[in-house]
């Protein structure tokens, strides 16, 4: 038993530090690697393991319940979090990544980047549940970790607070806020990867390598989602993609528009390849972000187009 517990520490480590190895090519991406947030691809959980098994996938991320119910991360009790993951578990399905939703809210002290239109009342209650939200961080933090635990994945996303007008002048300030984070995740041997999102202060790739750097805990590291970063005037790939620190990358999202023939439509082949050629090992989720009656059709269009890309690429 004493083996067996030596030897689960040191593969946790390993998977960690794998997830990115500079300098050493790694297999081409295949199916194995390809996962997707449940909430968009289907009205019910049940629904969601269809849609995965349907398309021969055996790796999920979590978010909102599909269908309603809350979030993994807080609104389940530690029972209905196991019953989910005994679902998934004999459905034959691996959960890769949990979606948290913290630090989506301004801290304290800061003003939001362009100006809003509201009235003091809205202000005054605006303020008082970032206010709230702020001081239960530490909190969210422990149950999002505990249901990453009971979910029987060591991956959790963060983000990094309500953007500002200089996001790179509040860069040590959010990294001061995350790092107790990082201490009590890296407790439990979860990681915490910050996802790039355009309402918060880290929304370009850019922004990303510059937190990275004041983070090097191996316990911190990177959700990169290419096109969020667009609205900012960055173009992806390879201009984004080339400062990223490609060790710290530990998952990928895929939007349904930068697939499909939409204007934000990417490269993927060569971005697989090149992330394959730059040692990337981890999984790429689809998060459709096609809203409205046709958001499980484009789903189903996003995964087809991912899977005809990847197979392309095996095959060749």
Not at 98 to 104: C, R
Not at 286 to 294: C, D, K, M, P, Y
Request: net charge neutral; charged share 25%; hydrophobic share 40%.
């Amino acid at each position: 038993m004493i083996v067996c517990m030596a030897t689960r520490r040191q593969f946790a480590g390993i998977a960690l530090a794998a997830a990115a190895l500079p300098g050493k090519q790694a297999p081409p991406v295949t199916r194995s690697r390809v996962s997707a947030i449940t909430d968009e691809i289907a009205r019910t959980p049940r629904g969601a393991i269809e849609f995965l098994k349907q398309y021969g996938l055996s790796l999920a991320e979590l978010r909102e319940v599909p269908g309603g119910g809350g979030t993994y991360d807080e609104s389940l009790t530690d029972e209905q979090l196991r019953a989910a993951a005994r679902e998934f578990r004999e459905a034959g399905i691996r959960i890769s990544f949990l979606d948290a939703g913290s630090m989506k809210y301004h801290l304290p002290g800061t003003e939001p980047g362009r100006a809003r239109k509201e009235t003091g009342e809205a202000r005054a209650k605006r303020l008082a549940r970032e206010g709230a939200e702020y001081e239960r961080r530490m909190e969210h933090i422990r149950k999002a970790v505990n249901a990453a635990k009971i979910l029987g994945t060591d991956k959790v996303r963060v983000f990094a607070f309500g953007r500002v007008a200089e996001p790179l002048k509040l860069m040590p300030r959010i990294a001061e806020e995350l790092q107790p984070m990082i201490d009590l995740a890296a407790r439990e041997k979860v990681q915490l990867l910050l996802e790039n999102e355009a309402s918060c202060n880290v929304a370009t790739s850019a922004e990303l390598a510059a937190l990275a750097r004041l983070l090097p805990s191996r316990w911190f590291g990177i959700n990169w989602d290419l096109t969020n970063g667009m609205g900012e005037g960055e173009t992806p790939f390879p201009d984004g993609y080339n400062l990223l620190p490609k060790d710290r990358i530990g998952n990928v999202h895929i939007k349904g528009r930068s697939v499909l023939n939409y204007p934000e439509r990417q490269d993927w082949p060569l971005i697989f390849k090149t992330m394959a050629r730059d040692g990337y090992t981890g999984n790429f989720g689809l998060e459709t972000h096609i809203f409205g009656e046709g958001q499980i059709q484009a789903s189903h269009d996003s995964m087809k187009e991912i899977l005809r890309i990847v197979e392309s690429l095996s095959a060749g």
